[in-house]
């Protein structure tokens, strides 16, 4: 029989640790979703963007490498079952894109900036939270559920969402030997265009980034899905222990700052308790925390105007109905849903893109005409 305790412990303290690593190295390469299509989109500068693709790659293909040996079952993901509600993932996406854009940053950012002394990053994580806390529970979860998620506008497939399962048909390979070779393909192609280029070698973070934010992503699955899979001795059905979801789950920063607020909330409540995501919340914020002291970058920062703060907390709800609708934020489905090769994280990541693009955009052109 196992050890219950020692399983959700061992998984909650990796999740903590992987965490720190993430923010301590987001803060050192200033990894930043939100900045890398502001760069591309208001620059033509494709440095952070391309550390964002390696980083999909390098998830890709470590994810589809576990799976692939047996290390982990990648079907038992919330990203990857057979309710295609393309709807949500389309409106959530740009949802989030939109805020994520006016709150000068993405769910990661958000934390990374907390530990870095950012009091608007403060007030951006608590309506972030609470607004994702309602999308889950609350007011939000009505309209979500009963229009975004609807039967009418959710597609039943007939295998899951992941790309080997539903290319497995037209091209009669094997399941695994087609995933691996999908992965591979897909993988190789994102960090070929990555790595061979001269202006993303200009700043040697961007490797840095793109190789420890993706190898984190894989070893989130693993922890979840190899140490933390095992038999519920009261059903006798195998769930992964130590994450909200009782799935297996990696690196996303919107459902866990939800749960985080809650936690807090309830605290004297014995059935709240921590969790693989809150603790990678407070590991990513920790991890910036420790870096911007060593580097002694840490400076206190706050809202210029009302404006701002305004700006800031419609982008902060934005995102907190958007990370939840579309079930996962640009690192939720930008890499770890990615890495599944799950169709819906792909059309959400694609939704985010155009949504911070159209909002950054839209961005400009207010801005020329008030400077005309």
């Not at 640790?17 to 500068?45: E, H, P, Q, R, Y």
């Not at 990374?112 to 608007?120: A, D, P, Q, S, Y």
């Not at 061979?196 to 973070?205: A, G, I, R, S, T």
């Not at 222990?241 to 799935?247: A, P, Q, R, V, Y």
Request: with cysteine; charged share 10%.
């Amino acid at each position: 029989m196992p050890d219950v305790g020692s399983i959700t412990s061992t998984v909650v303290w990796a999740g903590f640790g992987l965490g720190v690593i993430f923010g301590f190295f987001a803060n050192k390469t200033n990894f930043c979703t939100m900045g890398a299509i502001s760069d591309v989109v208001n620059m033509g500068d494709w440095g952070r963007m391309r550390a964002w693709l390696m980083a999909i790659g390098v998830a890709i293909l470590g994810t589809n490498l576990l799976a692939y040996t047996g290390a982990i079952n990648i079907t038992k993901t919330i990203y990857t079952g057979q309710n295609f509600t393309w709807l949500a993932y389309i409106v959530g996406g740009l949802c989030f894109g939109v805020g994520m854009t006016l709150a000068s940053g993405c769910g990661n950012k958000t934390l990374v900036r907390v530990g870095g002394g950012n009091l608007k990053a403060v007030v951006v994580f608590m309506y972030m939270g609470y607004a994702a806390f309602v999308t889950l529970k609350g007011i939000f979860a009505v309209f979500r559920v009963n229009v975004l998620q609807a039967p009418a506008v959710t597609m039943q497939l007939p295998t899951h969402q992941t790309l080997p399962h539903l290319l497995q048909g037209s091209t009669g390979m094997e399941l695994a030997t087609l995933q691996i070779t999908l992965a591979v393909i897909i993988a190789g192609a994102l960090i070929a265009f990555a790595v061979f280029n001269k202006q993303f070698w200009e700043n040697k973070d961007n490797f840095i980034a793109g190789l420890v934010i993706g190898g984190v992503v894989v070893a989130g699955w693993y922890v979840t899905g190899k140490i933390g899979w095992a038999e519920n001795p009261d059903t006798l059905e195998e769930m992964a222990f130590g994450t909200n979801s009782k799935l297996l789950e990696s690196m996303s920063f919107i459902a866990p700052t939800a749960y985080t607020l809650e936690l807090w909330s309830y605290w004297t409540d014995t059935s709240t308790v921590v969790t693989w995501g809150i603790a990678t919340v407070f590991g990513v914020g920790i991890g910036s925390f420790l870096y911007a002291m060593a580097t002694k970058s840490f400076r206190w920062e706050h809202f210029i105007s009302a404006q701002d703060m305004f700006r800031h907390i419609i982008g902060a709800v934005l995102m907190g109905f958007g990370g939840v609708t579309a079930m996962g934020c640009t690192i939720g489905q930008g890499i770890t849903g990615f890495s599944t090769l799950s169709l819906g994280s792909i059309l959400a990541f694609v939704s985010i893109v155009v949504g911070a693009t159209a909002a950054m955009k839209y961005e400009y052109m207010r801005m020329m005409r008030e400077a005309g």
